[in-house]
C-alpha cells in the first residue's frame, strides 16, 4: 500500500537556526511529492513539489526539499527560520501511474519557533 | 485569478441529519478533489471529480457522496451524519498534477 511517513509529530527550532523535516514515502513507483504549509483554521498551502529531474527543488518563503530516491526520502529544509513559519507542514505524494489527483498525506509535522 | 472557495466555512449539524458543501475551483481547473482532516486520521482522500465524473474514490462508507456541475463546481454531501464526521472538509483544484487547496468547511456534529 502507498504511505507517507513524516516521523517527527513536533519539532521546536529557535528563530533563526536551521530546519530539516523529514519525510518518507513508499510507493511501487517514484511518486510526485509535495510539500504543504497549514496555519491554524487554514488550507493547505503548497510550498513546493516534486515531479522528475533535479533532485533540490526550490520553493515558495526560503524552503527547499531534496528527493533522496536510495533512502526514499523528500526531506523540508530551510536555512534560518523565522517566527512566521510556525505552522503545521505535510509531505504528501501522489501516484504518476493513476489518473487523476489523490493524495496520499503524512501525519503532519508541527513547528514551533522560540524567540 | 481567485482561488478556490468553499461554502459555508463553519456548519453545525446534530447526528442523523444530512449535509452538502460546495467548493467552486480556480477558474480553468476541471478537477476537484475533497479530503477530510480529523486529529485523529489526520487528511484522507474522499475523491475527486473530472469533468462531471468520479475519477478517484477513496475508502470512505456510502454516506459520502459528490457531484460536479459543468461549470466545475462541486458538492459533497454527507448523509445520516454520525459524530466521528466531525472534521475540517478541504476542497482542492486542479489543472494538471498541482492541487491547489481552499479555506475549508468545519463541520461539527453534535
Known amino acids: 500500500a502507498q504511505s507517507v511517513t513524516q516521523p517527527d509529530i513536533h519539532i521546536t527550532v529557535s528563530e533563526g537556526a536551521s530546519l530539516e523535516l523529514r519525510c518518507n514515502y513508499s510507493y511501487g513507483a517514484t511518486p510526485y511529492l509535495f510539500w504543504y504549509v497549514q496555519s491554524p483554521g487554514q488550507g493547505l498551502q503548497l510550498l513546493l513539489k516534486?515531479?522528475?529531474?533535479?533532485?533540490l527543488v526550490q520553493g515558495i518563503k526560503g524552503f527547499e526539499a531534496e528527493f533522496k530516491r536510495s533512502q526514499s526520502s523528500f526531506n523540508l529544509r530551510k536555512p534560518s527560520v523565522h517566527w512566521s513559519d510556525a505552522a503545521e507542514y505535510f509531505c504528501?505524494?501522489?501516484?504518476?501511474?493513476?489518473?487523476?489527483?489523490?493524495?496520499?498525506f503524512g501525519g503532519g509535522t508541527r513547528l514551533m519557533v522560540k524567540p | 485569478k481567485a482561488g478556490v472557495t468553499q461554502t459555508p466555512r463553519y456548519l453545525i449539524k446534530t447526528r442523523g441529519q444530512q449535509v452538502t458543501l460546495s467548493c467552486s475551483p480556480i477558474?480553468?481547473?476541471?478537477?476537484v478533489s475533497w479530503y477530510q482532516q480529523t486529529p485523529g486520521q489526520g487528511l484522507q482522500f474522499l475523491f475527486e471529480y473530472f469533468s462531471e465524473t468520479q475519477r478517484n474514490k477513496g475508502n470512505f462508507p456510502g454516506r459520502f457522496s459528490g457531484r460536479q456541475f459543468s461549470n466545475s463546481r462541486s458538492e459533497m454531501n454527507v448523509s445520516t451524519l454520525e459524530l466521528g464526521d466531525s472534521a475540517l472538509y478541504l476542497c482542492?483544484?486542479?489543472?494538471?498534477?498541482?492541487?491547489?487547496f481552499g479555506p475549508g468547511t468545519r463541520l461539527t456534529v453534535l
Open positions: 477558474s480553468g481547473h476541471r478537477s
Open positions: 504528501a505524494g501522489d501516484d504518476p501511474n493513476n489518473a487523476g489527483n489523490m493524495l496520499t
Open positions: 482542492a483544484s486542479s489543472a494538471t498534477n498541482e492541487q491547489f
Open positions: 516534486y515531479f522528475s529531474g533535479d533532485t
